[in-house]
């Protein structure tokens, strides 16, 4: 079985709301009391596999899940167990998942590890005690249940609350689930949260709050897709990188790679719905004021840190003085806030929808006749690459002559044709694609350095209105920006003798 659900963090102010809510109608409370097992070197956790025993009211089960296909997906195997008494623990056997594709998981996890299934002990690493209220109802063509919980996950002497909302879906679109979800998202201020109760468990059982960082990841593509299937797939590999990131930065977490790694893959999600808007003409165009202020928003902590930590000891490395930073007009709001705001957890919505594939889609969807033939996405794409490369090659010839908001034009540019390269790179080959993408990488380390120079200016600028010292810094690196330019200029240059890799494939 493929589970499909979305989780969402209530916050204290919401909390006995939501809790009624979901208690109308024909709901049902009970308490869940689970413990959680893996081998002794975690062979299980780290490939994201779960196996818990859960006492559910007066029966016990034991669960397994393993990802699924994307962020929100997981296979399940739920396996009731029959004990003389309900007080009775049992023990969990992994051969009670035999035959399923996650007991095929736990399989390889565990050959993988070097450990033989039939032989291996499991011991128990967390556990969880939950009081929680279900409802299930019919929302659009699905059926759906409601599931508050409240309690707390456990691991030795640590423990950390739960108050969190599941939506999961049992039978019908996810796309009803996910209209259920906006209402009750604008109604309660609820946050989606990808971090579950096993995962919360291992960290606790570690000593940690907050898991690393994700990264992005290539996605599953290949040269028989057409252009919807290349978008979905897309969009759910930005998916895969902002969600957890968004959902740690939204929990407080003070680590700024967690913001940079949102930053860089909603910079990829809008790059994707730029350059391959022709392949989904559903694309909602409200979608890129929300993720703008969202990036913008997140990326002024992250502009002031690099001027305190970076940019400042090099000015008074070369005899700067200090500068008084003056204090902005207005509070700007934490990360956590900005992730949390209404219009960009509707767009998080919203893209998990469209990267959903054709029979998971809304029932007033165009039929088949009206969408795009089904075509191989090569040619467009081909397209689109090749015009990214002509502009920043044009415009790299004459780089140190161009006003600073043009230059600034170039560097998002050459950015959109690496990310966008990066997407397709399986379609037209993997090998000539990366030895494309490791030329545009002098370029962009350049034009990096010159953008961050240029804002660094101007912040100095603005510093200057209150504190005249902030003058040294606008003039020191005033002085340097003509061969920074150049620099970016011949960087540039190299690109165009760089062998595109989408030509005769």
């Not at 090099?314 to 007009?329: D, K, L, M, N, S």
């Not at 002559?401 to 966008?420: N, S, T």
């Not at 620099?487 to 890799?501: H, S, T, W, Y």
Request: proline share 7%; glycine share 6%; charged share 30%.
């Amino acid at each position: 079985m493929t589970e499909f659900e979305l989780k969402f963090q209530v916050d204290p102010q919401h909390r006995a709301a939501v809790e009624s809510a979901v208690a109308r109608g024909n709901s049902r409370r009970e308490r869940l009391q689970a413990r959680y097992y893996d081998t002794a070197d975690g062979a299980l956790a780290a490939k994201r596999i779960v196996l818990r025993i859960r006492k559910e009211g007066r029966r016990w089960v034991q669960t397994a899940k393993a990802p699924g296909g994307n962020a929100l997906e997981r296979h399940e195997h739920n396996v009731e167990i029959e004990t003389a008494k309900a007080s009775d623990v049992p023990l969990p056997r992994l051969e009670r998942h035999a035959g399923t594709p996650v007991g095929a998981l736990i399989d390889k996890a565990l050959r993988t590890a070097g450990q033989a299934p039939a032989e291996v002990l499991l011991m128990p690493t967390y556990g969880t005690d939950i009081r929680r209220t279900t409802r299930e109802m019919r929302t659009g063509d699905a059926r759906v249940e409601l599931a508050f919980d409240r309690g707390e996950v456990r691991a030795g002497d640590r423990s950390h609350p739960v108050c969190e909302l599941e939506i999961e879906l049992k039978s019908g679109s996810p796309q009803s689930l996910l209209e259920l979800a906006r209402r009750w998202r604008m109604r309660y201020g609820l946050s989606l949260d990808t971090v579950s109760k096993a995962a919360r468990g291992e960290r606790l059982a570690k000593g940690i709050e907050y898991g690393e960082a994700v990264k992005a990841e290539p996605p599953s593509v290949d040269e028989d897709m057409d252009g919807p299937q290349v978008f979905r797939a897309v969009i759910g590999a930005c998916l895969a990188q902002m969600l957890p990131n968004a959902s740690e930065v939204a929990a407080g977490s003070p680590d700024p790679e967690h913001v940079h790694q949102l930053r860089v893959g909603i910079r990829r999600l809008r790059t994707a719905l730029r350059e391959m808007a022709d392949f989904a003409p559903a694309i909602d165009p409200a979608w890129e004021p929300a993720l703008v202020d969202a990036f913008r928003a997140l990326g002024r902590q992250r502009d002031r840190e690099h001027l305190q930590k970076t940019v400042q000891p090099q000015i008074e490395a070369v005899g700067g003085p200090p500068v008084a930073w003056p204090e902005p007009a207005e509070p700007e709001p934490a990360p956590a806030a900005v992730v949390r705001e209404q219009a960009f957890q509707l767009v998080l919505m919203s893209l998990i929808a469209a990267s959903l594939p054709p029979e998971e889609q809304a029932a007033d969807a165009p039929p088949p006749e009206q969408q795009q033939d089904a075509e191989p996405a090569r040619k467009p794409l081909r397209a689109r690459l090749a015009k990214l490369h002509r502009q920043v090659v044009r415009d790299g010839r004459h780089f140190e002559a161009l006003e600073p908001e043009a230059q600034h034009r170039v560097r998002k540019r050459l950015k959109r044709l690496r990310y966008l390269g990066e997407f397709v790179a399986p379609i037209f080959g993997e090998g000539r694609a990366a030895r494309y993408l490791k030329e545009l990488k002098p370029a962009q380390d350049a034009l990096g350095e010159h953008n961050d120079a240029a804002v660094a200016i101007d912040a100095y600028r603005e510093a200057a209105s209150q504190d005249g010292s902030a003058w040294f810094a606008v003039g020191w690196l005033s002085a340097r920006q003509p061969q920074n330019a150049l620099e970016c200029r011949a960087a540039l240059d190299k690109i165009a003798q760089a062998r595109r890799f989408w030509k005769g494939s």
